[in-house]
């Protein structure tokens, strides 16, 4: 018996699912192609209410297809971004009112896109390198409209902040900093970092290549041996650090302030300047080595010192 409530509760519920689904469906499609340019106009509007007054949806049903709908726009202007200004939050909010939404109930629909949204934006600064300040303004409306937390994206705001601040020193905005070292009359401090030293230096040696040969004895006491030579040594160099300190860049020079060793190098001297992915290599006149030095962000350094080498007066220090 209870097997037989069981299996008519179930098929009770399937019929219900079907038949809800069946009469869900022409209004959920018909609202789905009215909101196919993201506007809801008059004659849409009048449209709709006749179709669902027609399928005889509740106002929970018609609730549960406006929210599918909002959600699907906020979902394009998330995966759109690259081809809107700047995204419009007025436009979803006032489309989930028109479909009789309150503001949370709109906000619960984009809720599990919300943060992506908002890391697109982000992205859409420092990786396509949009510039225009109403992208940031756009940003921060989208963290209060939607309640995010600002925490959540510390790594996303700190790469914007990046890609802001590099586009601003290679316009030539260069910041003035506090200066760790005594700087000479006239001259400014543009940025200061933790540095290493890095040089060539054998870092290993090993004997190879030896042999004493064989003995071979021709009589008592006498021996003779063949094939015996002698090793060789051979040396394997890396690239280590050899001091540890603070790299200056100022108007007038690069300077690395060691625990042990100090090099100053004017920009009247300097050849050019390479970023690798962990070391800036600096090249300078009358010398053959170049000097490497491990810094954090070596593309930001490089820039800084390309930047303030350009704008040295006359570059005509030696």
Sequence with gaps: MLVLVFLALTTGLVIWWVVRRRRLAPYAHALQQALADGELSEEESRSLEQLAAECRLSEDERKRAAQLAVREL????????????????????ALGRELGLTEGEALAAVAPHARELVR?????VYVHGETDPGWRASIEEALQTLGLDPAEFRKEQELMRRFLFLTDVRAGRLPDVPAPIILQPGEVC?????CRLLEERVVRREYVGGSRGVSIRLAKGLYYRVGGHRGRVISERAIVPVDEGELVITSRRVVFNGRVRTLSVPYGKLVDVHAYRDAVVLARAGKKKPEALAVDDPELVATIIRVAATRAPARAER
């Excluded at 906020?74 to 081809?83: K, S």
């Excluded at 697109?120 to 859409?124: I, L």
């Design 74 to 93: 906020f979902v394009r202007i998330t995966d759109g971004l690259h081809r809107f200004a700047r995204p419009a939050f007025d436009d979803w909010l």
């Design 120 to 124: 697109n934006m982000y992205r859409h």
């Design 190 to 194: 543009h940025w200061a970092t933790g």
